[in-house]
């Protein structure tokens, strides 16, 4: 069965420094999230991305994230200078179409700011 | 945004059935989802209805919506110990963002 891959399983990394969350969706997929969960809390949506450009995004989605598919099967979640309340599991996920019923959720990434 | 809600806790015993119950703000959705998140994995989804569906049976699990109380609840029936697990309601109001509840933490005691 297809399945969303996320790595690395776990990040550790300094306040301020630069994060790349990597994700490869389902392949024939055409829509692609970011949520995140906060320990202890729900999921939130962040950001979604179809034919090449974010389609909608969220109040947490600020100047300090951005999205990118640079080669066709990749999907990244980058944060430029992370902050401690960036600490939280991030999951991606695809979508085959639109209002598509079944959203793909990969295993999740967990950042550990410090 | 829209307001997902959720108890945070159920305890069954093993064999028992448990029901975890949902309500949800926007009448638009199209469809209601149920994911199942067990300690360190992902969301994996268990199960969805259509909004104009009363009920739907998927071997042991049914889902049951009242829509006109917007109140969504999960049933599993002959619950078990790998039943145990966090459960999460989700709607797709607009466009394809899901709005997930707080999340039922179902607890089975053997």
């Known amino acids: 069965e297809p399945e969303v891959t996320q790595t690395p399983s776990h990040q550790v990394t300094q306040m301020g420094q630069e994060v790349i969350l990597r994700c490869v969706p389902i392949?024939?997929?055409?829509?692609f999230y970011w949520y995140r969960q906060i320990l202890g809390q729900k999921v939130e949506f962040l950001v979604s991305?179809?034919?090449?450009?974010?389609?909608?995004k969220s109040e947490i989605f600020d100047d300090q994230f951005s999205v990118e598919r640079p080669d066709g099967s990749n999907f990244t979640l980058k944060i430029r200078s992370t902050k401690l309340e960036d600490s939280a599991m991030y999951f991606c996920?695809?979508?085959?179409?639109?209002?598509?019923?079944?959203?793909?959720f990969g295993p999740g990434t967990r950042l550990t700011v410090t | 945004g829209e307001d997902v809600e959720q108890s945070l806790f159920l305890s069954v015993r093993e064999g028992d059935s448990s029901v975890i119950n949902c309500t949800y703000t926007?009448?638009?959705?199209?469809?209601l989802y149920w994911y199942k998140q067990e300690p360190g994995a992902g969301l994996q989804l268990l199960t969805y209805?259509?909004?104009?569906?009363d009920m739907k049976q998927d071997q042991r699990l049914t889902v049951l919506l009242n829509k006109k109380d917007k109140h969504l609840s999960l049933r599993i029936a002959d619950t078990q110990t790998g039943d145990s697990a966090i459960y999460f309601c989700?709607?797709?109001?607009?466009?394809?963002?899901?709005?997930f509840g707080t999340g039922t933490s179902l607890t089975v005691i053997p």
């Open positions: 996920a695809s979508l085959l179409r639109d209002r598509g019923f079944e959203q793909y």
């Open positions: 392949s024939n997929h055409l829509y």
């Open positions: 991305f179809y034919n090449n450009e974010i389609s909608e």
């Open positions: 926007d009448s638009s959705s199209t469809y």
């Open positions: 209805i259509f909004s104009n569906m």
């Open positions: 989700a709607e797709i109001p607009t466009g394809n963002q899901f709005y």
